[in-house]
């Protein structure tokens, strides 16, 4: 078995301070690291995805319903969408985006970033745009020609990215894991419900 971590949108925006912050998202962040810090060896590869929105239509609101619309966020080239400092980005692999044109939840909807823009510990990420690849490599793609066949999916927001992640994974024929520590919801009344949405559609939770 071949095992990639996937960390779902830790990112400014997503945490205290952010402008569509997680309660506990920061911690998540130390809590990720930390998990990287001691089971590195657990994971051949280790990835991350960004929300990276630059004109994403009507997922922005300035009335959010907060279901299919949300405040601005995460735009593209700003702190916000930056990966959260507390987050360690050492070991990370390859970086992909998503959301630049419409709204985006899954990771594997999102395109590789340019190599040169793979944080190494530092937080600015520069100003290159993988949108603009004539064809961009997907999560999916990545996965595949390193021949990954086990992901663990951890990060932010549990009942939205984090959610379609851990789907679309499962419907792509990976097998998973979902570390319920090392994620965070936005309601934790849903965050529950989606728990064992994950679970029943084959997840496997752990603690």
Same mark, same amino acid.
Request: glycine share 8%; net charge negative.
């Given at each position: 078995?071949?095992?990639? *971590?996937?960390? %779902?949108?830790?990112?400014?925006? &997503?945490?205290?301070?952010?402008?569509?912050?997680?309660?506990?998202?920061?911690?998540?962040?130390?809590?990720?690291?930390?998990?990287?810090?001691?089971?590195?060896?657990?994971?051949?590869?280790?990835?991350?995805?960004?929300?990276?929105?630059?004109?994403?239509?009507?997922? &922005?609101?300035?009335?959010?319903?907060? %279901?299919?619309?949300?405040?601005?966020?995460?735009?593209?080239?700003?702190?916000?969408?930056?990966?959260?400092?507390?987050?360690?980005?050492?070991?990370?692999?390859?970086?992909?985006?998503?959301?630049?044109? /419409?709204?985006?939840?899954?990771?594997?909807?999102?395109?590789?970033?340019?190599?040169?823009?793979?944080?190494?510990?530092?937080?600015?990420?520069?100003?290159?745009?993988?949108?603009?690849?004539?064809?961009?490599?997907?999560?999916?793609?990545?996965?595949?020609?390193?021949?990954?066949? /086990?992901?663990?999916? %951890?990060?932010?927001?549990?009942?939205?990215?984090?959610?379609?992640?851990?789907?679309?994974?499962?419907?792509?024929?990976?097998? %998973?894991? *979902?570390?319920?520590?090392?994620?965070?919801?936005?309601?934790?009344?849903?965050?529950?419900?989606?728990?064992?949405? *994950?679970?029943?559609?084959?997840?496997? *939770?752990?603690?």
């Amino acid at each position: 078995m071949t095992r990639a *971590l996937i960390i %779902v949108d830790v990112q400014n925006d &997503f945490c205290e301070g952010g402008s569509l912050a997680v309660e506990g998202g920061a911690q998540i962040a130390v809590d990720i690291s930390d998990h990287i810090d001691e089971q590195a060896a657990a994971y051949d590869y280790i990835v991350a995805t960004q929300d990276w929105h630059i004109d994403p239509g009507s997922h &922005f609101s300035e009335a959010p319903d907060f %279901v299919d619309s949300w405040p601005i966020h995460c735009v593209a080239d700003t702190r916000g969408a930056d990966f959260h400092p507390d987050l360690d980005t050492e070991s990370i692999d390859a970086v992909f985006r998503k959301g630049q044109f /419409e709204a985006a939840y899954s990771g594997f909807e999102g395109v590789l970033a340019p190599e040169d823009e793979v944080p190494t510990g530092e937080q600015k990420l520069g100003s290159g745009a993988a949108e603009s690849l004539e064809d961009p490599m997907t999560l999916d793609d990545w996965l595949r020609d390193h021949e990954v066949d /086990e992901v663990t999916v %951890v990060g932010l927001a549990t009942d939205y990215c984090v959610r379609a992640t851990v789907l679309d994974a499962l419907q792509a024929g990976y097998s %998973v894991s *979902l570390p319920t520590g090392l994620t965070r919801g936005v309601r934790e009344d849903r965050t529950e419900d989606v728990l064992d949405e *994950l679970q029943t559609a084959g997840a496997e *939770l752990t603690r």
